[in-house]
């Protein structure tokens, strides 16, 4: 989505991180820090967008979900290690809880994505259901690259923040950001595709 603002503002200096939390905005020059939760007490702080998670998967993978089974019955599942700031994420144990569903044998075993990038490459190419954030998930899901192949979804436990020091919050080009960013996720996590 990064093009849509590089096409509006010209071709600014932007340096994107995944680092985890936390982060040293002083000794990394951060500007803009888009984080799940509220983890910068010493800056401003700006709750932008509370997400949900939701199980997606290639189309062709879906089009075999057995109807007898129940819900993602013999589709393999993508697991997402949230790693240590990321504990309050659900997990599939967790999911299959809120729906309601046995978990069944299968639930520890699929493939394994330490970010959920990965795990949404993984299940665009095929090989599983990822439950995925709307916030990632939204433009695959729009565009047909994946599909819900169940309705069920889980609400995050924390929204996304924003954390722009004081220091960057006075230029231009980081209020324009800012502003372009909180767009772009409230619309995805609003995406009709995602209801």
Do not use: M
Request: overall charge neutral.
């Amino acid at each position: 989505r990064l093009a849509g603002f590089i096409a509006i503002h010209g071709a600014v200096d932007i340096s994107l991180r995944g680092d985890d939390d936390p982060v040293s905005f002083d000794r990394d020059l951060i500007d803009v820090r888009l984080s799940y939760g509220p983890h910068y007490r010493e800056h401003p702080i700006e709750d932008i967008v509370q997400d949900a998670v939701y199980p997606v998967c290639a189309p062709k993978l879906a089009s075999v979900l057995k109807a007898d089974g129940g819900p993602l019955a013999g589709l393999p599942l993508i697991h997402t290690d949230w790693g240590p700031t990321g504990a309050s994420f659900p997990s599939w144990r967790s999911w299959f809880e809120a729906a309601g569903i046995a978990p069944g044998r299968g639930i520890q075993r699929g493939l394994s994505a330490n970010s959920s990038r990965a795990a949404l490459d993984l299940a665009i190419s095929g090989l599983g259901v990822a439950l995925a954030q709307g916030i990632y998930c939204a433009e695959a899901v729009e565009d047909g690259r994946l599909v819900r192949p169940v309705a069920k979804a889980i609400a995050l436990r924390q929204p996304y923040c924003l954390t722009i020091p004081q220091r960057s919050a006075r230029r231009d080009v980081v209020a324009a950001f800012r502003d372009w960013l909180v767009d772009e996720c409230q619309r995805a996590v609003g995406s009709p595709a995602l209801r």
